[in-house]
T-cell receptor, first 111, second 113 residues
Framework: DGGITQSPKYLFRKEGQNVTLSCEQNLNHDAMYWYRQDPGQGLRLIYYSQIVNDFQKGDIAEGYSVSREKKESFPLTVTSAQKNPTAFYLC??????????FGSGTRLTVV | KQEVTQIPAALSVPEGENLVLNCSFTDSAIYNLQWFRQDPGKGLTSLLLIQSSQREQTSGRLNASLDKSSGRSTLYIAASQPGDSATYLCAVNYGGATNKLIFGTGTLLAVQP
């Protein structure tokens, strides 16, 4: 995983429930990202953070929330407001000389 | 609109063939371009990163080229092996405040033994 740990690998959400996906990195990068992957579509940006205590909405932020209290951690919460949450979620870090490094992903399914 | 297109969508070749995957992008003002590999149910593995000032990058049997003026990048895989079977994704970074990636939808490669 290149120093990025995502957990859990599989997650099941009931209707109306909030769930949190974990992303931890030990690569000492400031910039962290959450992307969503759906079958037949390219990855889309949900939220990103360039520095601790700061984060910005991406292209599809509705129904999601994040926090960045530590450099190493960037958890993503999928709220009940997200009407179609079933997808594969990927966390990544970015470094100027290395580009992007992705985690192994969390597959979220609504039951 | 910044878009990335990958052709072909799927490719099946016999083992040992050399092959080329294509990526095109609509806006040539890129910061860098990155090729990834994705195995089923897995995350993305970075293969090659090409900065906007570079023409190509090589890693083992892989060679990626970049032609900004024509809005194209190619990934060349030499002497393909069954273990190369995966989805290959091209992603463009336009820099700016986000450094977000614009992804193509990928090429699904199957190398037959």
């Amino acid at each position: 995983d290149g120093g990025i740990t995502q957990s859990p690998k599989y997650l099941f959400r009931k209707e109306g429930q909030n769930v949190t996906l974990s992303c931890e990195q030990n690569l000492n990068h400031d910039a962290m990202y959450w992307y969503r992957q759906d079958p037949g579509q390219g990855l889309r940006l949900i939220y990103y953070s360039q520095i601790v205590n700061d984060f910005q909405k991406g292209d599809i932020a509705e129904g999601y929330s994040v926090s960045r209290e530590k450099k190493e951690s960037f958890p993503l919460t999928v709220t009940s407001a997200q009407k179609n949450p079933t997808a594969f979620y990927l966390c990544a870090v970015w470094g100027q000389n290395y580009g992007y490094t992705f985690g192994s992903g969390t597959r979220l399914t609504v039951v | 609109k910044q878009e990335v297109t990958q052709i072909p969508a799927a490719l099946s070749v016999p083992e040992g063939e050399n092959l080329v995957l294509n990526c095109s992008f609509t806006d040539s003002a890129i910061y860098n371009l990155q090729w990834f590999r994705q195995d089923p149910g897995k995350g993305l593995t970075s293969l090659l990163l090409i900065q906007s000032s570079q023409r190509e990058q090589t890693s083992g049997r892989l060679n990626a080229s970049l032609d900004k003026s024509s809005g194209r990048s190619t990934l060349y895989i030499a002497a393909s092996q069954p273990g190369d079977s995966a989805t290959y994704l091209c992603a463009v970074n336009y820099g700016g405040a986000t450094n977000k990636l614009i992804f193509g939808t990928g090429t699904l490669l199957a190398v037959q033994p």
